[in-house]
């Protein structure tokens, strides 16, 4: 569960954005699309805290992981200076991640800005199914891993939020307008809330298979502490669940967003 | 060499318990290391009826501390009773049940029930300051600590621990009022009342707006609180707020804590628990100690 991992690769992929691969053999054998781990981003006791970071790939055979994480704060801010032959301590796999999709089904996803990471690890393992993949950014110069996402989906569609590339606006409006015409057996969707909200409307509304990933500030990461929740359906009533734990992924029908 | 020792009848073969709150029921950390290594456990806040806890966020990251406001969520005593007792009795380990209500009636209540339960000591959170009604209302004056303590006391065939706030003027006439009224030992400290704002969207960061402050940030006021306290009261004192090794430890008994909890540093590290066990046999080895009991008080001043 606690791995000190070795940093095989590091890549600026894009203005504050970087991908990383790590070697541990048991975190890339156990990981299943929509798990996380959680990075000690250093031994000091400023951002002391470990930081989520949603698996984005992983292969058993090299032993190696591969994540990748946006600058925001102190936390990733320090991560980011990591160099190849440097360890990180890592716990995880952890989470409940997607439910794969079954052979022949037509599947989407519906990612937005980090969330999309997880997401190419959901269709990389989807195997004999139709694939096609929303991917939302703000501008052109954010857009990363076009290449690895065409190789894993039938159809790509991106959008920027200035039109500097693809649809210009939300993701979700090519998306509503697929619906139109299409009805995939199960859609997946990770990113902002307003986003993954409309996504999960439209397949409510539309009796269509719906699981969502969600974000929270964490504390164990493991399910102890209590502090990650998010607000679920419990018959008629209300009740919080883990993220770290009972999550990320969660059936649409249960998030009250 | 012993490490063992004996809170007022509360056996612990080690005195290091994992903090209420911060561990659950132990399921979680079990898969990190087993059990057995520990002191005892102190579980989560137990109310009389189960409790969905305040909207998040609930954690706030700051300099080496957080700010949580789970306001005690919790399935209530009832399900921990019938789910969580049996688990826990697989390890030879103390539990330590802590329970919060909104009147002295729930205090009551819980502690009855939890008397004819299969635990080994009831912990009386009267400082959590993640709760609108009760909780830290009867914790913040001595009247309050002596109110719900002599209540409870009455119904409690446990060993009874009270665990106080900091956020009091004076944490000692604290600590003499729940002596005063039966408690057979003070667990200190729960943690400080805080707030944290995003500064980019003008809003606080946590949900309920303040929380409770843990982590190393807290330890000094910890260390002094429990000096200040194990002075004043003859009952034991257990020690906690900051401790994320064996050296913080030491520095607690050395203060005059017969016991230690930890919490937040948990989140760090998974293993701090059984580390700290390990570092303090080492210490005791360094320093000629043959039994851990010598080390509380052992301060020199
Ligand atoms: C399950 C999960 C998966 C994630 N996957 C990815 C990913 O693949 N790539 C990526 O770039 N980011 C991901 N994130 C978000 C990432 O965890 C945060 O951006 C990161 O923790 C920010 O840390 P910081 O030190 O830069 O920011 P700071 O603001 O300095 O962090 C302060 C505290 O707040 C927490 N925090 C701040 N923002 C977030 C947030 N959005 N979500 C959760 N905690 C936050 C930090 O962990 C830290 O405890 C994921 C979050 C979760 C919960
Ligand atoms: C997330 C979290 C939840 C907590 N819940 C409780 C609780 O239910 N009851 C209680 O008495 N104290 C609770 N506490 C306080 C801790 O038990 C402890 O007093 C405090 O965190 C200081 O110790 P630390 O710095 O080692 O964490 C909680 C603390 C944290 C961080
Ligand atoms: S972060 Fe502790 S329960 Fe999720």
């Known amino acids: 569960m606690n791995f000190d991992v070795v940093i095989e690769k590091t890549e600026k992929l894009a203005e504050n954005i970087y991908f990383l691969r790590l070697r541990s053999e048991r975190i890339s054998a156990e990981a299943v699309p929509g798990q996380f781990v959680n990075i000690k981003c250093h031994d000091g006791l400023d951002a002391f805290l470990r930081r989520p970071i949603s698996i984005m790939r992983a292969n058993p055979a090299e032993k190696t992981f591969d994540i990748v994480y946006m600058v925001r704060g102190k936390g990733t801010r320090i991560l980011s200076c990591l160099e190849c032959g440097d360890t990180a301590d890592c716990v995880g796999p952890l989470g409940r991640g997607f439910t794969l999709p079954e052979k022949g089904e037509r599947i989407c996803v519906i990612g937005g800005g980090i969330g ?14 139709h694939k096609t993949a929303f991917l939302g950014f703000r501008t052109r110069d954010m857009i990363v891993l076009q290449k690895d996402f065409e190789k894993v989906s039938d159809r790509l569609v991106i959008s920027t939020d200035d039109g500097s590339f693809g649809h210009k606006g939300l993701i979700t409006n090519p998306f ?24 999960a409307e439209a397949c409510i509304e539309r009796n ?50 | 060499m012993d490490l063992s020792v004996n809170i007022a009848g509360l056996k612990l073969k080690n005195p290091i ?43 706030a990251e700051t300099p080496a501390g957080i700010l949580n406001s789970v306001g005690l969520q919790n399935p209530g005593v009832h399900a921990f009773i019938r789910d969580e007792i049996p688990f826990l009795r697989r390890f030879d380990t ?60 009455r119904v409690c065939k446990k060993t009874l621990i009270v665990k106080l706030s900091p ?55 910890a260390v002094r609180m429990v000096y200040q306290v194990s002075k004043t009261v003859k009952i034991p004192v257990i020690g906690m707020g900051g401790i994320s090794g064996a050296e913080d430890a030491v520095e607690f008994l050395l203060a005059g804590a017969s016991a230690v909890m930890i919490g937040t540093a948990g989140f760090v590290n998974p293993y701090v628990w059984v580390e700290t066990v390990e570092g303090l046999k080492r210490y005791m080895e360094r320093h000629g100690f043959e039994k851990v009991t010598e080390l509380t008080g052992a301060l020199l001043d």
């Open chain 1, 116 to 129: 999309v990471f997880p997401l190419l690890f959901l269709l990389e393992r989807s195997k004999d199914v």
């Open chain 1, 176 to 199: 509503i307008e697929y619906l139109q015409t299409e009805k995939p057996d199960r859609v997946y969707t990770c990113g902002p809330l307003p986003m993954m909200k409309a996504v």
């Open chain 1, 208 to 257: 269509i298979f719906c699981e969502v990933s969600m974000e929270q500030r964490m504390g164990c990461g493991i399910g102890a502490c209590l502090v990650c929740v998010c607000k679920v359906r419990h018959n008629d009533d209300f009740g919080y669940e883990r993220i770290c734990r009972d999550g990320p992924v969660f059936s649409a029908e249960k998030i009250i967003f």
């Open chain 2, 17 to 59: 318990i994992a903090a209420s709150g911060t561990f659950g029921f132990g399921r979680e950390f079990s898969e990190f290391f087993d059990l057995n290594l520990m002191g005892g456990i102190s579980v989560k806040g137990l109310t009389l009826n189960p409790r969905k806890g305040n909207a998040p966020p609930r954690i």
């Open chain 2, 94 to 153: 103390a539990i330590i049940a802590n329970i919060a209500g909104n009147t002295v009636d729930d205090y009551c209540r819980i502690a009855e029930i939890l008397s004819d339960a299969d635990i080994d000591a009831i912990e009386l959170n009267v400082s959590c300051p993640n709760v609108k009604e009760g909780c830290l209302m009867f914790g913040s004056t001595a009247e309050g600590i002596s109110k719900v303590t002599a209540a409870v006391r």
């Open chain 2, 167 to 221: 956020n009091v003027t004076d944490i000692t006439e604290m600590a003499k009022a729940a002596e005063d009224s039966g408690a057979d030992s003070v667990s200190l400290i729960n943690t400080l009342l805080g707030m944290a704002i995003d500064i980019n969207t003008k809003k606080p960061i946590l949900g309920n707006v303040m929380g409770g402050l843990s982590g190393p940030a807290v330890k000094p006021v």
